[in-house]
């Protein structure tokens, strides 16, 4: 068994061993324990890391992950295990509402050095819920992966409906009507990420951008071919989506120039 033990950035002894152990018990061990003159707050919140270990647990298809909480005279243990993956993590997003279709969309490939894993599923919501991830960190500004998967969305839903003669002619369906009610995880793997502003929130890599964007059209065109049901009812519900736009925006022009009007203060006849 080796140790080695380090405080505020600097080696307190360098590594050594302690002692024998056996054959069957490997692994490597990290304890830590906060300092009060580095954090503010040295209590850690047991439902913000169950938060994040369930996040990981998800994003790392396998790993297993035990939570224990000692603190208390009743410890608390919570283990985050999920075969599927995102597609469990879509599953989970969407339990409080109701899927349009059965099957959890997958898509995974990788172009150019980044691995690319999406998932994504419609409800009977009228939100869109796309969150994505580089290399299991959070990214709630999106960036170039999420833009490059809104592209790919938007791009073969329209090209699959013109060809099935689903919409109309000259109509075309717009991003945000595809993307109601949609929830999707966005999950890159990428060696040197590169992020945009002070908060590093946003991916700027180009290259995850393509990798996305190509990774997705293929997939999606194949998976609309061979389950046309599932694809009717997306083309649908987007085509809804897009006349009850269409009539909020009129009505609401219609309100504003109403307000307009009354506003004026002419003479009875003018008026």
Same mark, same amino acid.
């Given at each position: 068994?080796?140790?080695?033990? #380090?405080?505020?950035?600097?080696?307190?002894?360098?590594?050594?061993?302690?002692?024998?152990? =056996?054959? +069957? $018990?490997? *692994?490597? @061990?990290?304890?830590?324990?906060?300092?009060?003159?580095?954090?503010?707050?040295?209590?850690?919140?047991?439902?913000?890391?169950?938060?994040?270990?369930?996040?990981?647990?998800?994003?790392?298809?396998?790993?297993?992950?035990?939570?224990?909480?000692?603190?208390?005279?009743?410890?608390?243990?919570?283990?985050?295990?999920?075969?599927?993956?995102?597609?469990?993590?879509?599953? #989970?997003?969407?339990?409080?509402?109701?899927?349009?279709?059965?099957?959890?969309?997958?898509? =995974?490939? +990788? $172009?150019? *050095?980044? @691995?690319?894993?999406?998932?994504?599923?419609?409800?009977?919501?009228?939100?869109?819920?796309?969150?994505?991830?580089?290399?299991?960190?959070?990214?709630?500004?999106?960036?170039?992966?999420?833009?490059?998967?809104?592209?790919?969305?938007?791009?073969?839903?329209?090209?699959?409906?013109r060809k099935n003669k689903l919409l109309k002619e000259n109509e075309k369906l717009a991003g945000e009507d595809i993307r109601e009610g949609l929830t999707a995880i966005i999950s890159v793997k990428i060696e040197e990420p590169q992020f945009e502003g002070q908060t590093k929130q946003k991916l700027g890599n180009s290259e995850a951008r393509g990798a996305v964007d190509a990774v997705v059209s293929r997939t999606l065109e194949i998976f609309l071919e061979q389950n046309p049901s599932v694809a009717k009812t997306i083309v649908d519900k987007?085509?809804?989506?897009?006349?009850?736009?269409?009539?909020?925006?009129?009505?609401?022009?219609?309100?504003?120039?109403?307000?307009?009007?009354?506003?004026?203060?002419?003479?009875?006849?003018?008026?």
């Amino acid at each position: 068994m080796y140790r080695q033990r #380090y405080e505020r950035g600097k080696t307190v002894y360098s590594l050594k061993v302690v002692g024998e152990c =056996e054959l +069957s $018990k490997t *692994g490597t @061990m990290v304890t830590f324990l906060p300092d009060p003159e580095v954090f503010e707050e040295t209590v850690f919140d047991f439902s913000t890391l169950k938060h994040r270990f369930r996040e990981i647990a998800f994003l790392t298809k396998g790993l297993k992950i035990v939570a224990e909480d000692k603190r208390e005279e009743e410890p608390k243990e919570v283990v985050f295990h999920y075969e599927g993956g995102i597609k469990e993590f879509v599953q #989970y997003l969407n339990r409080s509402n109701t899927a349009l279709y059965e099957d959890i969309l997958y898509f =995974e490939g +990788s $172009k150019d *050095g980044v @691995m690319v894993e999406v998932a994504m599923q419609h409800n009977d919501a009228y939100t869109e819920n796309s969150y994505g991830f580089v290399n299991n960190i959070t990214t709630p500004e999106g960036g170039t992966h999420v833009v490059g998967f809104r592209n790919a969305l938007t791009k073969t839903f329209n090209e699959y409906a013109r060809k099935n003669k689903l919409l109309k002619e000259n109509e075309k369906l717009a991003g945000e009507d595809i993307r109601e009610g949609l929830t999707a995880i966005i999950s890159v793997k990428i060696e040197e990420p590169q992020f945009e502003g002070q908060t590093k929130q946003k991916l700027g890599n180009s290259e995850a951008r393509g990798a996305v964007d190509a990774v997705v059209s293929r997939t999606l065109e194949i998976f609309l071919e061979q389950n046309p049901s599932v694809a009717k009812t997306i083309v649908d519900k987007s085509v809804l989506a897009q006349r009850a736009r269409d009539a909020a925006r009129k009505a609401r022009d219609l309100t504003r120039r109403k307000s307009a009007l009354e506003g004026l203060s002419l003479p009875g006849k003018l008026a």
